[in-house]
């Protein structure tokens, strides 16, 4: 296997050492460079022709952020972000994602050996995504005047991993202010979650949130998993469903985990629609396809247009993707889905043979 070639890039010396170490260690990589700043690491990537770079957030001369930016519009490669987790961090590492890095990380400490161990292969997955396709363009939300949008009274799961936060934004940039409830396990560090809820709002027509236990499932409503030791669950009954955070060890190797929200949704598979978007493993594939056994309605992102094609490939594979789209078309399969003309069976009927 041909080993990836990695630029670290960081204020610290220490944090270069360490993020070099854990890397050189794993055996995958040829750390081919490292950098201060981002202008010596303009000369370094030219140098090197990296197939990644470790980038931090907060760094002198110029921060990650800028840096980042002129990498995506001047020499597209993958980066992976690391940030304190603060507010102000994790509020960088979002909109680092936003802006196209593949991945973002809390900063690695000797004190997170955990951390430390999942580093190298989240750098790995990162070395091998797709970067620097054309932006697809934002797609508005449906305007007033346009053909009104009736909810059906189903519940929309979605599942995401790496590549996520950028399309999220644009499959709830796609959804108008009344459009269906949708409950959202995304796998990111918990710290930056609040930001990233923070960020949805301030970007998209549905309320977005943090889901809290009992919280309304209804439509115009988003949630977010919280993440810490809790998985995001769809609890009661067609026209009373609400959140619910269930407690429990990690599934599929993720905490909160798409597999476990998906299988929430079973005792009302008609009253779902499951999205599997862009992600590296196979977290929500096995849900997706016991969802699809029992009558939900499913779509998968398509290869062409994920970052990493990973968790809708597998759940394709096992038989869990009745409809697989392009990114900026699921907003419109999901409002088909869950819209008037496409009827949920009525709420007496839920979970009859």
């Known amino acids: 296997m041909q080993r990836k070639r990695v630029v670290v890039v960081d204020d610290s010396p220490t944090m270069r050492a360490m993020i070099g170490k854990v890397l050189r ?107 620097g396709r054309p932006p697809a363009p934002r797609r508005p939300a449906p305007a007033a005047d346009a053909s009104p949008y009736v909810w059906n009274g189903r519940v929309v799961l979605i599942g995401a991993s790496t590549g996520g936060v950028d399309a999220l934004e644009r499959v709830l940039g796609g959804l108008p ?33 943090l889901a809290r236990p009992g919280a309304p499932v209804g439509p115009g409503r988003v949630y977010l998993a919280p993440g810490g030791e809790t ?15 269930e407690a429990g060890d990690k599934v599929s190797g993720h905490r909160p985990s798409v597999d476990v929200l998906f299988r929430s949704g079973l005792c009302h598979a008609d009253h779902v629609v499951a999205v599997i978007l862009t992600g590296m493993g196979r977290d929500g594939a096995e849900g997706m396809a016991a969802l699809r056994a029992a009558g939900a309605r499913t779509i998968g992102q398509d290869a062409a247009s994920c970052v990493v094609y990973g968790m809708p490939r597998v759940a394709a594979e096992l038989g869990g993707v009745a409809e697989v789209c392009r990114l900026d078309a699921i907003a419109g399969s999901i409002l088909r889905a869950t819209g008037r003309g496409s009827r949920a069976r009525p709420a007496g009927r839920a979970g009859a043979a």
């Not at 409830?181 to 949130?209: D, K, N, W, Y």
């Not at 998985?231 to 955070?245: D, K, T």
């Open 25 to 131: 260690d794993d055996g995958r990589f040829d750390v081919v460079g490292e950098a201060g700043d981002p202008y010596e690491a303009r000369e370094v990537i030219k140098g090197t022709d990296p197939d990644v770079i470790t980038l931090d957030v907060e760094m002198p001369r110029m921060d990650g952020i800028s840096f980042l930016e002129k990498i995506m519009r001047l020499r597209p490669m993958p980066v992976v972000m690391f940030s304190s987790e603060t507010h102000k961090g994790s509020r960088s590492a979002v909109e680092a994602l936003s802006l196209g890095a593949v991945d973002a990380l809390g900063k690695p400490t000797l004190a997170a050996p955990e951390a430390l161990a999942a580093l190298a292969e989240r750098v790995f997955v990162a070395a091998g995504a797709s970067v």
């Open 177 to 209: 202010a009344g459009g269906p409830p949708v409950l959202i396990t995304q796998h990111m560090p918990e710290s930056f979650l609040a930001s990233f809820a923070e960020r949805l709002q301030g970007q998209v027509c549905p309320e977005v949130a």
């Open 231 to 245: 998985h995001l669950v769809l609890e009661g009954a067609p026209g009373r469903f609400r959140c619910g955070l």
